[in-house]
T-cell receptor, first 114, second 111 residues
Framework: DAGVTQSPTHLIKTRGQQVTLRCSPK?????VSWYQQALGQGPQFIFQ???????QRGNFPDRFSGHQFPNYSSELNVNALLLGDSALYLC?????????????FGEGSWLTVV | TQLLEQSPQFLSIQEGENLTVYCNSS?????LQWYRQEPGEGPVLLVT?????EVKKLKRLTFQFGDARKDSSLHITAAQPGDTGLYLC???????????FGQGTTLQVKP
């Protein structure tokens, strides 16, 4: 049983560029959340997708957008990249939307903006 | 705004020592979760505590949820080098799916 898979694992972008990160949830999971984790910090919630719609959003600008597909996989898009967007981006999946449900994290995508 | 504060932020101890990590908030949480994260990997769930005053044990790790459900602690007995990592507490408003994380405690256990 595959867990949460993310791609790419590492990437380098230039300021002003756009990036797309991808996530496949754990088998049987229908909810995907994205988190940003700066070095040495705890993850920060970006948004959650359920039934192909954004259901919850954290304190992130509109440059951060996402999408969920009918097979529950998800993408995170970041436009007009800033140096401060350099971080580990984590995808998490669960069955159902409740924060009390067990969620599983992928290994993350390391984004470096230069 | 719900916040979780962890202390200490950094801990470097010798193998065999005991330690406690604290996770505090001014808000009530319906549940709190503890994760461990190793470099280059995503967080892995260790335990979820739900009931005020609840104590859960996972081998040498003991987790406690405060009576008022505003705080939690993680106690490690006889730490081993394999316990090295970033320990995170997290909680969220029920039925929202939004997890709020503490800033983490980096633990280094020296052999």
């Amino acid at each position: 049983d595959a867990g949460v898979t993310q791609s790419p694992t590492h990437l380098i972008k230039t300021r002003g560029q756009q990036v797309t990160l991808r996530c496949s949830p754990k088998s049987g999971h229908d909810t995907v959340s994205w988190y940003q984790q700066a070095l040495g910090q705890g993850p920060q919630f970006i948004f959650q997708y359920y039934e192909e719609e954004e259901r919850q959003r954290g304190n992130f600008p509109d440059r951060f957008s996402g999408h969920q597909f009918p097979n529950y996989s998800s993408e995170l898009n970041v436009n007009a990249l800033l140096l401060g967007d350099s971080a580990l981006y984590l995808c998490a999946s669960s069955w159902g939307r409740s924060s009390g449900n067990t969620i599983y994290f992928g290994e993350g995508s390391w984004l470096t903006v230069v | 705004t719900q916040l979780l504060e962890q202390s200490p932020q950094f801990l470097s101890i010798q193998e065999g020592e005991n330690l406690t990590v604290y996770c505090n908030s001014s808000s009530v949480f319906s549940s709190l979760q503890w994760y461990r994260q190793e470099p280059g990997e995503g967080p892995v769930l260790l335990v979820t505590v739900v009931t005020g005053g609840e104590v859960k044990k996972l081998k040498r790790l003991t987790f406690q949820f405060g009576d008022a459900r505003k705080d939690s602690s993680l106690h490690i007995t006889a730490a081993q080098p394999g316990d090295t990592g970033l320990y995170l507490c997290a909680g969220g408003p029920s039925n929202t799916g939004k997890l709020i994380f503490g800033q983490g405690t980096t633990l280094q256990v020296k052999p």
